[in-house]
């Protein structure tokens, strides 16, 4: 079974200040990893991805994740926040073996950008 | 936006009814799936189809249903709804590994 874990209900940080979300996940196999945000009342929309390759993903928006295979970790990282960036942060998981394309998501980290 | 559209975006219904959900999928995808987002959590995964072919589900009664039509849009069916069905209700399309997901339907059981 696949599961991802976002240890933090809420991070806050200073408009500009660097702004890490932690994830961590669990699969079987080699793990295609993603990241989504979600607005009020909206959809989920796609940031970025890893499957295979260099471990620092870069994705919309200026964001990045880090792809960790000892620590089973891909965190969510932008240098600068804007108070644009706050919402809710969705990490994801799919085992690239499972035979279908089941995504696994944690509960969701809601980033609060303060101006 | 991803071009995936979901309908209608409100939706309110009463214990025991039933309910269709409707989405289509970004053009070329093949593959569509359906979640269900409860208030405060993360989206859990109902089922998949795969060129109108259920190919996987999640931990959900059969109760909940769906097709996938040959232009790939789907449907989501549930029956006898329960108050525990209010919640969001998102598809997301796909064409290789990445789900594109559109704004959902909230639906409200009474």
């Known amino acids: 079974a696949q599961s991802v874990a976002q240890p933090e209900d809420q991070v806050n940080v200073a408009e500009g200040n660097p702004l890490t979300v932690k994830c961590t996940y669990s699969?079987?196999?080699?793990?295609?990893l993603f990241w989504y945000v979600q607005y009020p009342n909206r959809g989920l929309q796609f940031l970025l991805k890893?499957?295979?390759?260099?471990?620092l993903v870069k994705g919309s928006y200026g964001f990045e994740a880090e792809f960790n295979k000892s620590q089973t970790s891909f965190h969510l990282k932008k240098p600068s926040a804007l108070v644009s960036d706050s919402a809710l942060y969705f990490c994801?998981?799919?085992?690239?073996?499972?035979?279908?394309?089941?995504?696994?998501f944690g509960t969701g980290t809601k980033l609060q950008v303060i101006p | 936006e991803t071009g995936v559209t979901q309908s209608p975006t409100h939706l309110i219904k009463t214990r025991g009814q039933q309910v269709t959900l409707r989405c289509s999928s970004q053009?070329?995808?093949?593959?569509v799936s359906w979640y269900q987002q409860a208030l405060g959590q993360g989206p859990q995964f109902i089922f998949q189809?795969?060129?109108?072919?259920?190919?996987g589900r999640g931990n959900f009664p059969p109760r909940f249903s769906g097709l996938q039509f040959p232009n790939y849009s789907s449907e989501l069916n549930v029956n006898a709804l329960e108050l525990d069905d209010s919640a969001l209700y998102l598809c997301?399309?796909?064409?290789?590994?990445?789900?594109?997901f559109g704004p959902g339907t909230r639906l409200l059981v009474l």
């Open positions: 997301a399309s796909s064409l290789g590994g990445t789900q594109y």
């Open positions: 699969v079987s196999g080699n793990p295609y």
């Open positions: 890893y499957i295979t390759g260099d471990n």
């Open positions: 994801a998981v799919r085992d690239i073996g499972g035979g279908y394309q089941k995504v696994t």
């Open positions: 053009s070329g995808h093949n593959t």
């Open positions: 189809y795969y060129r109108e072919e259920e190919n």
